[in-house]
């Protein structure tokens, strides 16, 4: 029934469809020797460097520029990574102007898709503009929450959402079935514990349209807040006002008029979700108590939903086979002791599946239990200086700024640059596995500028950022 | 190449002067995070009682002293910081290296132009400007609708001042307004000069040890925001006013001692812009013109300053022509950035890997931005092609500027606002007809482009004038009820 396989054939199955290639097995995905996981790495990287070259305008020009035309070790892919800021590298007024025809144009070279002949030129909001890129292309753009005053828009295509999600699957038996011995595990399912909308176009808010056959496997196990959309409009309104009322320049907003109309709404939905989430936990907890769940969530959504739980009196409500997944850091905030005690006495699980994720990158890196984040195998990790961006030897232990290649898009460039210090290790992790992995402390360069007690009668972002934070303490 | 070595044991001493005393003992190490200084320095909360002023009337021998006096005290100190012969200045610039972020040429220079601001026409011109001499100098009588006299004086306070760090001028203005005002100083110095205002109070202490503006003047470091420190010091027995300059941490952690008695003289962050007319396109000459001005309000002090040129609204038009217009502009800014004299601007010592990531983004948008340079951490001019700044604007450091056209120089208006510091504007006549507009928005100091850079201390800064509210203002009513047209009580 089966060919024999050819090895080209194996490269593209290890990066197109990796839980397929490694028998759906999270285990098997990282015990690969070492020297074989980098065959496949180098030859996936090859393999999609030729066929993206000249296939996505801004990479053409990267790789005209710095002459490149081949790539004949991994490092050789370093000068093309794209700094993550490439994803919102257009002018804001696009979007505050209505001028999708020309955003459209410029998301246009970051895909292989044509979007030439995608008519927006009615759109009047972010909302309409993905909702024609949705019906009319294969693409399901995702965008960033904005919380900065300003989004990135990926590219993603559906079926890259649903290999990312295939994949994804695999790593939700980390503790259930940590040799991979259970194969695809058919038939097992989680419920899932959402509390947010049902629909969104935010990287998170993507999973349950993109992945729920992979996930949930029907609809009935999907618990969420909200039935409706989480209107990107209302993201990026949020995070530009927050922004604007950090730097004091609120009254120089210029604020879309669409979204103007829209704003009463956004207020009142904003309410009625925190109002309505009382009433949700009480109702996850009366119709899915004992049953296995995932609940998936930054630790201080989790904590409060723990405490409110413990206050009630309620511990160990699901099954003990349930999922409790969190990413993400402290975002300056000072995280309590017992989190992790309180969520798990809550909900009732024995672990907490720790994971590095991002939105531009297709792989969930869950950390193993020597507290190290495990890079999923199709994504090939690089340390770069901070200072320079020179690439650091991929030998022993590596401090810098974290960048990527995904292996598994074929329709925009998995290379990027993204802005986090990470101590990376290239030697086998004392948990066996034979991928690279991080230590579990991760900052953001953009939050650890400045020294200590510079001063200075600059502005800066910096200044800028303080005021974010001294807002967000006084508003909570 | 000792720094180096420095950055790694904490071996560079930074003593504090208290009162014209040298202070070495019982030393803390601070920083060496982040790339900011590694040094030791008197444990601060052992001396801060020390510096406390406690008897207000302990004023009274700089109170007593003549204008003339002060004037000689500071012409004679400012003939001794000459940086070939005054030892305490060459160390702070052999340190500087570790803890500026300015490179040495700047330092240098920034150092070699300390003994102009104390020569007697500055100190004068400061004060004369700024508060008035005569009321300096004593009490001036006058007259006033209801027919007493009131008599008015400037007196000195106990001051604190917490010092910005991104230009040494700082530090020798500090000590020149704290003269000139007959009051006493605590100066907090910043991890980034932590050496400036120490090297000058050394340099008092060696001219003339005992003279009062000598011990008037203590330099001393502690980190911004202790509270055990701070909480002892800023208390209004001890302390009048409090001088904070710069970031918006360094201002929040004294606002939380504010109360009736201790005012805050806030030296706000700020950001400056540039306008510049149509008229920068009139000839060859008028763009070369326009290029080098721009290049050194852009790249003086490395862009370190809040004056600097960053975000610079051009009236070249948003049409085709318009926008071949603005590159062409851009193209000659870029190089004259490059030709700038070591003294006014070098490539940056430390170029912001966050801005360089923005930069290499923008270029993969050429339909709405054009990148010149910038690849090597020289300096870049991003040219926008729509009217509208980058989106991280507020990063722009290390020589990058970014060009924004407009049709109208009045289009750049509404981005001006209360902490828009300096304008720098060409020509002339756009100047006049743009300033009361500007000023009602906010900008605080509108200035002939090429010249953002070097301003003058004895005019106002950031719309208020600090010197004259560094000082006390005393009256003295003489009330005598026959000459009085109203009757008293």
């Known amino acids: ?476 | 190449m000792t720094g180096l070595l420095d950055t790694r044991l904490p071996e560079v001493v930074v003593p504090a002067v208290i009162r014209g005393e040298l202070v070495s003992h019982d030393l803390v190490a601070f920083g060496g995070r982040g790339g900011s200084a590694h040094f030791r320095t008197p444990d601060p909360n052992r001396i801060v009682d020390r510096l406390a002023l406690r008897d207000p009337g302990r004023l009274r021998d700089v109170q007593q002293l003549k204008f003339d006096e002060i004037i000689a005290y500071l012409e004679e100190l400012g003939r001794h910081l000459l940086l070939d012969t005054n030892p305490h200045l060459q160390e702070a610039l052999d340190h500087s290296t570790q803890w500026s972020d300015m490179t040495t040429p700047l330092v240098r220079s920034s150092f070699e132009q300390l003994p102009a601001l104390f020569t007697p026409d500055a100190v004068h011109e400061l004060a004369d400007a700024t508060i008035g001499i005569p009321y300096l100098e004593g009490w001036v009588p006058r007259p006033m609708a209801d027919g007493r006299t009131a008599s008015i004086r400037a007196m000195g306070a106990r001051t604190v001042h917490v010092i910005a760090g991104n230009s040494p001028l700082i530090a020798a203005l500090s000590i020149i307004r704290n003269a000139v005002a007959r009051s006493d100083a605590v100066i907090k110095t910043p991890s980034n000069d932590p050496l400036t205002a120490l090297a000058i109070a050394r340099t008092m202490a060696d001219v003339a040890p005992g003279h009062p503006i000598t011990r008037h003047l203590s330099v001393a470091y502690w980190k911004g925001g202790d509270t055990e420190v701070e909480a002892k010091l800023y208390q209004p027995r001890y302390v009048e006013k409090i001088i904070a300059w710069g970031g918006f941490a360094s201002v929040t952690h004294v606002l939380r001692y504010v109360q009736p008695g201790l005012e805050l003289i806030s030296l706000d962050p700020k950001r400056s812009a540039t306008i510049i007319g149509p008229q920068a396109f009139e000839s060859a000459h008028t763009v070369a013109d326009v290029a080098r001005r721009l290049a050194t309000d852009i790249g003086a002090l490395n862009q370190l300053g809040c004056v600097n040129a960053r975000v610079v609204y051009v009236a070249s038009g948003t049409d085709d022509a318009g926008l071949d217009r603005l590159g062409a502009l851009g193209e000659a800014v870029y190089q004259q950035l490059q030709r700038l004299p070591e003294s006014v601007s070098t490539k940056a010592k430390w170029f912001d890997p966050e801005l360089r990531a923005s930069l290499d983004a923008l270029r993969a948008s050429p339909e709405f931005y054009r990148v010149i340079g910038g690849r090597d951490g020289e300096g870049a001019i991003i040219v926008s092609q729509l009217d509208e700044p980058v989106e991280f604007q507020r990063s722009l450091s290390g020589r990058v500027a970014n060009l924004v056209p407009v049709d109208d120089p009045v289009d750049a208006v509404p981005s001006v606002n209360s902490s828009t510091q300096t304008i720098g504007i060409y020509p002339e006549s756009l100047k006049d007809s743009l300033r009361d507009v500007l000023g009602l928005h906010g900008a605080q100091r509108l200035v002939s482009l090429g010249y953002a850079a070097d301003p003058n201390v004895a005019l106002p800064q950031d719309a208020i004038e600090p010197m004259r509210r560094m000082v006390k203002w005393i009256v003295d009513e003489r009330c005598i009820p026959d000459e009085n047209q109203r009757s008293t009580p």
Not at chain 1, 39 to 64: C, G, K, N, W, Y
Not at chain 1, 346 to 366: C, D, L, P, W
Not at chain 1, 407 to 433: H, K, N, Q
Not at chain 1, 434 to 443: C, D, K, Q, S
């Open chain 1, 1 to 476: 029934m089966t060919a024999v396989r050819t090895v080209d054939a194996d490269v593209r199955a290890f990066a197109s469809t990796p839980a397929e290639f490694f028998g759906h097995s999270w285990y098997a995905m990282h015990h690969v020797p070492v020297d074989e996981l980098r065959h496949l790495q180098l030859s996936a990287l090859r393999m999609r460097f030729a066929e993206l070259r000249d296939a996505i305008p801004v990479l053409t020009t990267m790789a005209d520029e710095s002459a490149i035309s081949a790539i004949e070790s991994l490092d050789d892919v370093v000068p093309l990574l794209f700094q993550h800021s490439v994803y919102k590298s257009y002018p804001i007024s696009l979007l505050v102007k209505n001028k999708f025809t020309a955003l459209t144009r410029w998301l246009d070279r970051l895909t292989t898709a044509d979007l030439r002949n995608v008519d927006v030129s009615g759109c009047d909001s972010i909302d309409s503009w993905l909702e024609i890129l949705d019906t009319e292309t294969d693409l399901r753009v995702m965008h960033t929450s904005g919380t900065s005053g300003i989004m990135s828009f990926l590219p993603r295509s559906t079926s890259e959402w649903d290999q990312m999600y295939a994949a994804l699957r695999c790593g939700l038996f980390q503790f259930s079935d940590p040799l991979g011995a259970g194969g695809r595990h058919d038939n097992e399912y989680f419920n899932l514990i959402w509390p947010l909308y049902r629909h969104g176009r935010s990287a998170i808010m993507r999973m349950p349209e993109m992945g729920l056959t992979h996930l949930l496997g029907s609809e009935d196990r999907l618990h969420a807040l909200r039935p409706g959309r989480m209107s990107s409009d209302a993201m990026f309104l949020a995070g530009r006002l927050r922004a604007a009322q950090a730097r004091g320049e609120l009254d120089q907003l210029e604020i879309n008029p669409a979204l103007r109309a829209r704003r009463a709404d956004f207020e009142r939905e904003q309410r009625e979700m925190a109002d309505s989430m009382p009433r949700f936990l009480d109702h996850v907890v009366e119709d899915l108590r004992g049953e296995r769940v995932w609940l998936l969530a930054t630790w201080n959504v989790l904590y409060s939903i723990a405490k409110a739980g413990l206050d009630k009196g309620l511990t160990n409500v699901f099954s003990t086979e349930s999922l409790v997944t969190t990413g993400g850091g402290a975002k300056g905030a000072v995280i309590p002791d017992d989190w992790q005690d309180t969520v798990k006495t809550f909900m009732g699980v024995e672990q907490i599946q720790r994971s590095y994720v991002m939105s531009e990158i297709t792989a969930m890196n869950k950390m193993c239990e020597h507290g190290r984040y495990h890079f999923e195998p199709w994504i090939i990790p690089f340390v770069l200086d901070p200072g320079d961006g020179r690439v650091l030897p991929r030998e022993g232990e590596q401090t810098g700024r974290a960048a990527v290649f995904d292996l598994m898009p074929e329709s925009y460039w998995g290379g990027f640059i993204t802005g986090d210090e990470v101590t990376a290790s290239f030697e086998e992790c004392r948990c066996g596995r034979t991928t690279a992995h991080l230590a579990p402390t991760i900052e953001r360069f953009s939050e650890k500028q400045g020294g200590d007690d510079k001063i200075t009668c600059l502005a800066s972002e910096e200044a800028h950022r303080a005021a974010l934070d001294f807002l967000s303490e006084r508003l909570t």
